[in-house]
């Protein structure tokens, strides 16, 4: 007769928590742990839950004590470590959580839990080296995984590795010639490659599958050299909802964008006393929420991504939120509604300005403003022209000509580098259009 194995006295305690954890019940958690603790107080297992219960309740402080002390009682226990250097990841502490990571591969390499683990912190990180390596190793345990082929694809893509990627995506494609999700990944891979003529095939085929989608019909119209007016907005949502949990960190410390902050410390120096109303337009995380703090007024925001929204909601600065398209949401407000109007590195994904900038004139009050950004474009091109990154720059003379036909008194320009990207700023520039005061 075979030995039993043996029982583990806090496993249903430890699987209760972590599901009271998962659904926001810590008090519960906490005395599911307590429990536990009494049958087994040196258990780590307890303490990497505490650490999640921890930073569940926003206390970051606890949860890094309590996962250290469970690193230290089991430090090559590769589920605990997998989980500091998620925790480490989630928090910025970008080194430590890549050698973590490092740490937990060598430990488990064959383990594809931790693999998935790895190559999600390489992501968080902006490793996208690691990533590749991480992918690599996967697909030699699991050779012909299409999910980490596809990775892989994207992966080499973003450091443009173009024949790397596009060998990628043709194997992909040749094994499901009717993915639709397939030929756009193919297509975006050509087009930040610079060569959208070559994406034709897949543009007509991803027409043909999927005749209804205005993603199949905007890159039809890439393909065959037209500009689109406007990216689509099920494009832009899908990509979005994919940031949201890192989109902050990118942006603010991978990306050095500062806008928010900028565009809020020349509103609160207009109001010093905090009394206007904010129409914040594809708000995403709340960044300028966040940077403009609690107003004697409200802030409402706008965003397609509902991943976006949910981190916003979270600071608990915005008084209510719309999921819509800003165009629809600023034809559906009415006159005379708010003193700013936003728009912070969104009108790169819209392409002809006139609308937008018309229906925020409506619905300012007098004398309020609408501050927006906008890439420089050639000033010997069209107004707007559409970028291999999927984005659109616009003439700076044409958008302040939109500006005063839409009826502003005063129209401000300053030029500014938006952000990063590829390590070098992004010229672009910011308006500041003022609508007239009452008669």
């Known amino acids: ?149 596809r990775h892989l694809a994207q992966d080499f893509a973003a450091i443009h590795k173009w024949d790397e990627s596009l060998a990628q995506w043709q194997s992909l494609i040749d094994e499901e010639p009717d993915n639709a999700s397939l030929r756009v990944g193919r297509i975006q891979a050509l087009q930040a490659r610079g060569t959208l003529a070559e994406a034709l095939p897949d543009a007509t085929a991803l027409l043909a599958l999927t005749p209804d989608s205005p ?56 109001y010093p006393d905090r009394r206007f109303n904010v129409l914040d337009l594809g708000c995403g995380t709340g960044l300028l929420g966040i940077c403009l703090g609690a107003l004697d007024g409200y802030i409402v925001g706008v965003d397609m991504s509902s991943k976006m929204i949910e981190q916003a909601a979270r600071h608990n600065v915005y008084y209510k939120f719309h999921q819509v398209n800003l165009l629809e949401a600023l034809r559906a407000t009415p006159d005379n509604t708010f003193e700013v109007v936003a728009a912070l590195d969104v009108f790169i994904y819209v392409g002809d300005l006139q609308e937008a900038i018309a229906n925020a004139h409506r619905i300012l009050a007098p004398g309020g403003q609408l501050i927006f950004s906008c890439e420089h474009g050639d000033v010997t091109g069209p107004d707007a022209q559409l970028q291999p990154a999927g984005r659109y720059t616009h003439k700076l003379s044409a958008v302040m000509q939109q500006c005063k036909q839409a009826g502003f008194e005063l129209v401000q320009t300053r030029d500014a580098d938006l952000r990063l990207e590829a390590g070098q700023p992004v010229d672009g520039f910011v308006i500041t259009a003022t609508k007239a005061t009452a008669a």
């Open 215 to 270: 993603i199949a019909r905007y890159y039809d119209q890439l393909a065959r050299g037209e500009t689109p007016a406007h990216v689509p907005v099920e494009l832009t949502t899908h990509m979005f909802d994919e940031m949201a949990s890192i989109y902050d960190r990118h942006m603010v410390r991978n990306l050095q964008y500062r806008l928010p902050r900028q565009v809020a410390d020349q509103l609160l120096e207009r």
């Open 1 to 149: 007769m075979s030995a039993k194995a043996p029982v583990d006295p806090i496993r249903k305690h430890l699987e209760k928590a972590r599901h009271q954890i998962s659904v926001g019940n810590l008090t519960g958690a906490a005395h599911t742990l307590n429990e536990a603790r009494a049958k087994s107080p040196r258990d780590a297992r307890l303490f990497m839950l505490a650490a999640l219960m921890a930073e569940k309740s926003g206390n970051i402080n606890a949860a890094f004590d309590a996962m250290q002390r469970c690193h230290t009682m089991a430090p090559d226990w590769a589920p605990g470590l997998l989980e500091l250097a998620l925790l480490q990841a989630r928090h910025n502490r970008d080194q430590e959580a890549i050698a973590s990571a490092e740490q937990v591969a060598a430990l488990e390499p064959r383990n594809l839990q931790v693999l998935a683990g790895v190559i999600d912190i390489a992501h968080r990180t902006g490793n996208t080296e690691m990533a590749i390596r991480h992918l690599e190793r996967g697909l030699a345990l699991v050779p012909g995984d299409r999910l980490l082929r």
